[in-house]
């Protein structure tokens, strides 16, 4: 028989985060797949997990792991899968591990838990009934204008994902691509103790960060485009 393939949420930032079912996979799993071997062993030094035998899964090596991988299932073994950060699969490495799996009839179990996008959008004020989750951008600042003009009309709120360094050149392209007065809000740093939540006009926060440098993970999300605009 076939192993399971647990896609297993863990912290974003909090220690405590973790849920319990959480725990008990990753000590009952035959395998564990990291996104990067340093957090991966990290964590499960954390929580006390023994050593097992530990696989990375990332950009670099996605098509030859997920073979491997593919193959330890089929051995009966069951694997799970965590990324750095928050829900794997979902904007991070393991969706060719996840189709290949399907495709083999291999059962998928995801273990809920943490994940940065739900808490940003509930802190934000902005509307939660319907959101466009668009994830990265392109890094290239012609490209990703293009980009964000193409969306610019989309009336329900948008949420960003984007690397540390990135910020002030994405508020600024916001504020071309959709207007100076477009509310936006950044989450800095969620579920950690220097927690920060910034909210105001694309341009307001634009000159405040390029003002005031500050490193961490966000998450970027910017209102609809208001009724008559």
């Known amino acids: 028989m076939n192993g399971i393939l647990y896609l297993v949420a863990t912290p974003i930032g909090n220690w405590d985060d ?44 996605e098509e030859e792991a997920s073979s491997r991988i593919i193959q330890y299932l089929k051995q009966g073994k069951n694997v799970a899968l965590i990324s750095d950060a928050g829900t794997p699969v979902f904007a991070d490495p393991g969706k060719l591990l996840a189709r290949k799996a399907i495709a083999e009839r291999i059962d998928l179990i995801p273990i809920p838990g943490p994940s940065s996008i739900l808490p940003a959008l509930v802190l934000s004020g902005f509307p939660t009934d319907e959101f466009l989750f668009y994830g990265f951008l392109s890094p290239k600042s012609d490209v990703r204008l293009h980009e964000l003009h193409l969306i610019k009309d989309v009336d329900r709120t948008i949420i960003f994902l984007e690397a540390p360094y990135r910020l002030v050149p994405l508020l600024k392209d916001i504020s071309i691509a959709f207007g100076g007065a477009r509310l936006v809000s950044v989450a800095f740093d969620l579920t950690m103790e220097n927690e920060q939540i910034f909210r105001g006009t694309a341009n307001e926060l634009y000159m405040h960060f390029e003002k005031n440098k500050i490193k961490g993970e966000f998450v970027l999300l910017v209102e609809g485009r208001p009724a008559g605009e």
Request: hydrophobic share 35%; glycine share 2%.
């Open 18 to 61: 973790i849920t319990f079912r959480a725990l008990r996979i990753l000590k009952e799993a035959d395998v564990i797949v990291f996104e990067e071997y340093r957090e991966g062993k990290r964590l499960l030094s954390h929580y006390n997990i023994p050593e097992k035998l530990n696989e990375t899964l990332n950009e670099h090596n």
